[in-house]
């Protein structure tokens, strides 16, 4: 049966208070892989409880409503539903710890066709509680594998906004490459997503993986330390924007080898790409960079 788009596009999502610790903090940056060498002050800076600060990217897990298109009223094809794209645009620097409500809404629907599966554009403002101040932007596009086809039976598709830049075909301006832990998606998962593919390898093989798999936001997350580390000077207050394109899985423990083109004006491109496998995994990156 069709998904029903206006009742997706109108969907009551409930406001997600979230209250988060500095533990909750450095777990996070502890999942990205921070903290490799005890020495690294710039690390320690967000794996320590003493001047702690905030990744940037920790704002992709605050507010989160769930896996909400579980739900058997969405009348979403759930088992189908794969992470497209993510975005995250900083407005404010995020606090080591805090409040905050999460509000997030469906944007765009855009039917490719029976069998061709469906497009769904989300956001979530993350407002700070107690002073009201938005902190972040999280935007994500959800390939409905199994939605496709919804536009026939009179229902509106909404227009395909516009599709994320390629990388420049060059060489790159900037390169860093960041091991990622064997054990890295078992404390990953702690910052809110348990889905047994990460962790179980009965569940990892039924899904077609030889193991299981890394989070695709903390593949996301790595890049963003990449981005930090490379063209921030570690500082968390530069990165103003960040987004790219899933492509493929990574595996825990592999090498992340981040690429990175200055397209001026504060703007960057990049791409990440598994070493071992020689293999790009996160395609058509963008960030935007404060001097």
């Known amino acids: 049966m069709p998904i029903d788009a206006a009742k997706l596009k109108t969907w009551p999502f409930q406001p997600i208070v979230h209250t988060y610790s500095a533990r909750d903090t450095i777990l996070y940056a502890l999942g ?3 903290g490799h060498d005890p020495m690294d002050r710039a690390q320690l800076r ?39 794209e993510q975005s995250l645009e900083l ?38 509680q107690a002073s009201g101040q938005l902190l972040a ?3 994500s596009v959800s390939f409905m594998r199994g939605d496709g086809g919804f536009s026939a039976t ?3 598709s909404d227009p395909s906004p516009p599709p994320r830049e390629a990388v420049p075909e060059r060489a790159p301006d900037a390169v860093c490459e960041l091991k990622t832990r064997p054990e890295a998606a078992l404390i990953y998962r702690l910052s809110g997503d348990y889905n047994p593919v990460h ?27 990449a981005l930090l580390k490379t063209l921030c000077g570690w500082d968390p207050a530069r990165l103003k924007e960040i987004g790219c394109r899933f492509s493929s ?8 080898r981040v ?33």
């Not at 995020?94 to 956001?123: C, F, H, I, N």
């Not at 009965?202 to 790595?222: D, E, M, T």
């Not at 703007?267 to 990156?285: K, M, N, P, Q």
């Open 137 to 139: 932007v999280s935007r």
């Open 32 to 34: 990205l892989g921070l």
């Open 249 to 256: 899985p990574v595996y825990p423990g592999e090498t992340l």
């Open 46 to 84: 967000f794996v320590y409880e003493d001047g702690l600060q905030a990744l940037p990217t920790l704002g992709v897990v605050l507010g989160y409503p769930g896996f909400w298109a579980k739900d058997p009223a969405t009348g979403i094809d759930w088992v189908k539903l794969l992470h497209g």
């Open 154 to 156: 009179g229902q509106i």
């Open 91 to 128: 407005l404010a620097p995020l606090p080591a710890e805090g409040t905050v409500v999460g509000t997030t809404r469906v944007t765009a629907l855009v039917d490719k066709g029976a069998g061709k599966g469906a497009l769904m554009y989300s956001e979530r403002d993350i407002h700070d």
């Open 199 to 225: 962790v179980d390898p009965a569940v990892a093989q039924a899904a077609g993986f030889q193991r299981p798999i890394l989070h695709g936001l903390c593949s996301f997350g790595v890049s963003g330390v």
């Open 259 to 291: 690429e990175m083109w200055s397209l001026g004006g504060g703007r960057h491109a990049f791409r990440t790409r598994v070493v071992e496998r020689d293999i790009v995994v996160l395609s058509h990156g963008s960030a935007r960079i404060a001097d």
